[in-house]
């Protein structure tokens, strides 16, 4: 239940829900969200407090990077103390991208942080803007009875369900319902109630404070293995200068073709001390290196398991853990564990 002394904080990065129609092209076009909401009676009855902080230059999310990752950790640094929870509007495109670097840089976060946006402007008459950014502030208000937040993590709320930021992925371009975590349950399902399901919702250390990380090292590609791909075209990118790792899009539960020249690639780039983790091009089900001997070849060249994780997710850890150490095995060895609910380890990967 959300309680009248809730204070939460509106953080407006851009994207679809906050933009309007130019009358003279018809293009969609950022519009100030101050402004946007005071006009909605609906969030004057929400029994919490609201402020809003807009970026001075809102943007589509596919112009997000770790710039402006960094800049929202900033602004939520800057109000930890005097908010309960925070609401990202953000563009759906890279919203998945976004919500998983945040649940890296927020460590130990002891407040909510839910990400949403929209398919239609929150202005429009068949908006699903009103609805998630509703349920959203509503989410980042819930307390339990003892004071403590419902949902201490970085989350996506979009049309009906609070995902796991870190295990979420855009799934639709056009229908309302964009997002899901595959792997991953739902932390809550808003119908006529939210539904909170309080045993999946990740238990921070309440008696530790929350420590923001602001870089992230981008020396980093994503392929996908496709039937006919090129040794020319593979060793080119393994000999991207300053190369630190790739996420490696593999067929089924982790494998790939059974190649000579691939596999003296991927243990060359092994060697170099370029970590090379193995993400499924399935959107459910994890990989088992071990189940094939496509997969075994990629276990032996010292690729690591990416196990249930998103794309999205991998490439934002990655970021994450590059800046941490140099040490190659350091960061193989940071690839499977869970730091903070992303990836489901099995023995054995
Ligand atoms: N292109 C927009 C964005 O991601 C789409 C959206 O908001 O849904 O910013």
Redesign the pocket.
């Known amino acids: 239940m959300s309680t009248p002394t809730s204070r939460v904080l509106l953080i407006y990065t ?4 906050g933009m309007g129609k130019n009358p003279e092209t018809g293009a969609l076009e950022p519009l100030d969200f101050r402004h946007l909401i005071q006009r909605m009676p609906e969030i004057a009855a929400i029994p919490a407090a609201i402020d809003v902080h807009q970026f001075p230059r809102p943007v ?3 112009d997000m990077n770790p710039q402006l990752w960094a800049h929202i950790v900033e602004i939520i640094v800057g109000h930890y103390d005097s908010y309960d929870g925070f609401v990202i509007l953000h ?4 919203m998945a991208f976004t919500a998983a670097a945040l649940s890296f840089m927020l460590e130990n976060l002891t407040k909510p942080v839910i990400l949403t ?3 239609l402007p929150v202005n429009q008459l068949r908006t699903d803007g009103r609805e998630n950014l509703i349920t959203s502030i509503e989410i980042a208000a819930a307390k339990h009875v003892d004071g403590r937040p419902r949902v201490p993590e970085v989350c996506i709320y979009f049309s009906g369900k609070l995902l796991r930021g870190n295990r979420s992925t855009k799934i639709n371009s056009e229908g309302f319902n964009a997002f899901d975590s595959f792997n991953f349950p739902h932390l809550a399902d808003a119908g006529i109630h939210i539904r909170y399901h309080d045993e999946l919702i990740l238990r921070p250390d309440f008696e530790r404070p929350m420590t923001p990380h602001y870089a992230m090292d981008t020396n980093i590609i994503v392929f996908t293995l496709f039937p006919g791909i090129q040794e020319a075209a593979v060793r080119h990118l393994f000999s991207a200068p300053g190369l630190r790792a790739i996420v490696m899009r593999t067929y089924g539960s982790g494998n790939a073709p059974q190649l000579p020249w691939l596999e003296q690639a991927l243990a060359e780039a092994h060697r170099q001390g370029i970590v090379v983790v193995n993400v499924t091009q399935c959107t459910e089900g994890p990989v088992e290196m071990a189940r094939y001997g496509g997969g075994f070849l990629l276990k032996n060249a010292g690729v690591v398991s990416g196990y249930d994780g998103t794309v999205e997710c991998a490439i934002a850890k990655l970021m994450h853990l590059l800046t941490h150490s140099t040490d190659a095995d350091f960061i193989r060895q940071q690839m499977n564990r869970s730091l903070c609910g992303e990836i489901t380890v099995r023995e054995g990967e």
């Open positions: 851009g994207g679809t829900i589509d999310s596919s563009g759906t495109d890279t946006g929209s398919q």
